[in-house]
């Protein structure tokens, strides 16, 4: 049995996942590790958690969506902290 990780600049298509799997009959599994891409850099980053929480809310947001989260997605963050502390 083989996992197999392979560093690449893309996502594989289904061919060429198809044709790995094809080469060897002990490949059990495919993990491709995407090389440049800026998601897996922000995921490598380290979190301070000493951070107050609207703080790392707002890098969460900033993370996942590339942009500052707006006053109303502020306000609504705090009224689940709000609701979350009842």
Do not use: C
């Amino acid at each position: 049995m083989v996992e197999l990780t392979i560093q690449t600049e893309t996502y594989l298509k289904a061919e060429e996942r198809k044709s790995l799997f094809n080469a060897h009959n002990g490949i059990v599994t495919l993990i491709p590790v995407l090389i440049g891409d800026k998601a897996a850099e922000s995921k490598a980053r380290t979190i301070d958690l000493t951070q107050n929480m609207d703080d790392l809310f707002k890098q969460y947001f900033k993370s996942k969506k590339a942009i500052e989260p707006n006053e109303e997605i502020m306000n609504l963050f705090n009224e689940l902290k709000t609701i979350e502390k009842e």
